[in-house]
């Protein structure tokens, strides 16, 4: 599961890939300076997997972790092949969420792409040459489905009245993702296509240092411009993650973030929104040799949860022991957790929740 990072050029999207994944995207005062899409395998920051370590002190400890695609800026006339639009295009639909960066701060040594700052532009901008694509795919798939309609066909038929009703808003200018649909006609029709503006998004406000904590004017029209999209917002002072990224010591970086008034990295909070936005979760399984982090989709089995280790587990499941997070941090380990009833046994149609500590009993 990938997340995308976009946005139009020089709005801080390298610079943010950098803080997330350590890895050294060029970062420069020009567009297109990330030409090929950058990758980047981040840790999830979480306290529930430190609490862990220090209660069973193993060998090793493994986070979970979320893969974060920094992609080219995307200009007017991308979805024409305009800059490297096609590319960029191309990039984005692989990725199942995205991450939209917008500049919400001033600064003349930095220039904007359009020559002066607005965020609501910005996102217009991006929006438009997606949902623009969106309606390429849209018109060449009704082409088919009109032609089996026309001899009779249902299933063609129910898809024709889905696409025109998506088709009718791209035009509107509506993302693909604010639409509502029938479950079925949404699994049947809708999400095989793929479209572009039905992935989810969080928007991430870049600002100036000192609106780190509280946002500013900029962010308050964001919020206002997508109060109706269901989507996230994340105030994040790019530049300011940067600069504390750069800094040797934990009581350092700590100190830093004391004085402008956050507890933590804003790009510890966008790792784990970015987790949330791609629908994942986490079990833990807590031994000697290793405490470790699963990542596996929401609403997902305990059987479904075994095989992320290994298929054999999910294949010759026969149990789970499972003990919430919660008890096992109280008790202080597996074993004072039995003796106090908080271990349970599950089956096969065991819903995992959150942070559940597992051990599965399985036979090939």
């Known amino acids: 599961m ?4 976009v946005g139009l050029p020089n709005v801080g999207k390298s610079t943010l890939f950098n803080c997330l994944s350590n890895a050294k995207a060029q970062s420069a005062n020009f567009p297109f300076c990330t030409i090929e899409p950058n990758i980047g395998i981040v840790n ?7 609490r862990l370590e220090a209660l069973v002190k193993p060998v090793r400890v493994q986070p979970a972790t979320v893969e974060i695609v920094d992609i080219a800026g995307l200009v007017k006339g991308a979805s024409k092949g305009e800059g490297l639009g096609n590319q960029f295009l191309a990039n984005i639909r692989e990725t199942d969420a995205i991450l939209h960066v917008l500049r919400c701060f001033d600064n003349d040594n930095i ?17 438009m040459e997606l949902q623009l694509k969106d309606l390429e795919t849209v018109d060449k798939k009704l082409e088919k489905v009109k032609r089996a309609a026309k001899t009779g066909n249902k299933e063609a038929q129910k898809e024709e009245v889905v696409l025109l009703k998506i088709k009718s808003a791209l035009e509107a200018g509506v ?4 639409l509502e649909f029938d479950k079925e006609d949404y699994v049947e029709f809708v999400n095989p296509v793929q479209f572009i503006t039905d992935k989810p998004v969080m928007y991430v406000c870049n600002v100036d240092e000192g609106s780190a904590a509280t946002g500013n004017a900029y962010v308050e029209q964001v919020r206002e411009a997508v109060k109706d999209e269901n989507a996230e917002i994340l105030v994040l002072a790019v530049g300011t993650e940067a600069d504390i990224n750069e800094l040797d010591s934990y009581e350092e970086r700590q100190m830093f973030l004391q004085d402008i008034g956050l507890e933590e990295p804003g790009s510890s909070k966008l790792i784990r929104s970015a987790y949330k936005l791609l629908k994942q979760q986490t079990y833990f399984t807590a031994g000697v040799k290793e405490v470790r982090a699963w990542t596996i989709d929401v609403g997902a089995t305990a059987p479904q949860a075994a095989g992320v280790i290994h298929t054999d587990f999910e294949k010759g499941f026969i149990r789970a022991e499972v003990i919430a997070y919660e008890d096992f941090s109280e008790l202080g380990s597996e074993a004072k957790a039995k003796e106090a009833g908080k271990m349970r046994v599950e089956g096969k149609n065991y819903v995992v929740k959150d942070g559940d500590v597992m051990h599965f009993l399985f036979n090939v």
């Open 111 to 127: 220039v904007h792409v359009d020559g002066n700052v607005n965020p609501i532009r910005d996102k217009e901008t991006i929006d």
């Open 175 to 178: 993302s693909v993702r604010t």
């Open 2 to 5: 990938k997340a995308g990072i």
């Open 44 to 50: 999830v920051p979480d306290l529930r997997l430190e």
